[in-house]
């Protein structure tokens, strides 16, 4: 497995073009990207985007390259219910894990180191063996007991990236909006990007 490959998991949240845009955005690049997602992920990706995953490993991911268009990085798609996956263990050098949009359901469950599939574990095997774990949770209003489980995970050593994107680079389309919580991912995986006008002070 390659040492540079970005994990990038999408769940049942609303907010999958997130983890799309992600997809995208790190293949472009030329980065390889695992890709896992929840059954209730591929449920919102359909009704979301229009995007229907179905069939094995080989299918999913020629459907992905197909929608996000040409790109030089690879995908490896990793089923979430394959709990023997080597993403599972920390011998497999994975350091770099994303679940975007991240679900309330799935945020307290890694909280509390429940690992009930692929997505689950590989969160708990990066925190474990001190990588940079990413949750982009995506629910409002918060209420106490998501907001303790964030707390929870940040003192984890987790990055918290809710999905609230900003409006002083003043968007035109909603892609704006959406490349500007993804370039805030990219900033906290440190990698390079341009996606959002940064603050550079008053003009």
Not at 32 to 37: E, M
Not at 73 to 82: E, N, Q
Not at 141 to 149: A, G, K, R, S, V
Request: charged residues 25%.
């Amino acid at each position: 497995m390659q040492k540079n490959t970005r994990i990038v998991a999408i769940t049942g949240a609303s907010g999958s073009v997130y983890g799309l845009r992600l997809i995208q955005e790190l293949l472009k690049r030329g980065d390889d990207a695992g890709v896992i997602i929840s059954p209730s992920g591929f449920l919102v990706l359909e009704e979301e985007t229009g995007l229907r995953l179905k069939g094995g490993r080989f299918d999913i991911i020629k459907r992905l390259e197909k929608y996000l268009g040409k790109t030089r990085g690879r995908i490896t798609y990793y089923p979430s219910d394959d709990i023997s996956s080597g993403l599972s263990s920390g011998s497999s050098l994975i350091r770099d894990m994303v679940v975007c949009p991240c679900s309330m359901g799935t945020l307290a469950r890694i909280a509390s180191g429940i690992s009930g599939n692929l997505i689950e574990r590989t969160a708990d095997v990066v925190l474990k063996e001190k990588g940079r774990l990413i949750l982009v949770p995506r629910e409002t209003p918060f209420n106490q007991i998501h907001l303790e489980n964030m707390l929870r995970l940040s003192q984890a050593g987790a990055h918290i990236i809710p999905a609230m994107p900003a409006f002083y680079h003043k968007p035109k389309k909603v892609e704006d909006l959406v490349d500007f919580i993804v370039g805030k991912v990219l900033d906290a995986m440190m990698v390079e990007n341009r996606l959002y006008k940064r603050w550079d002070g008053e003009e």
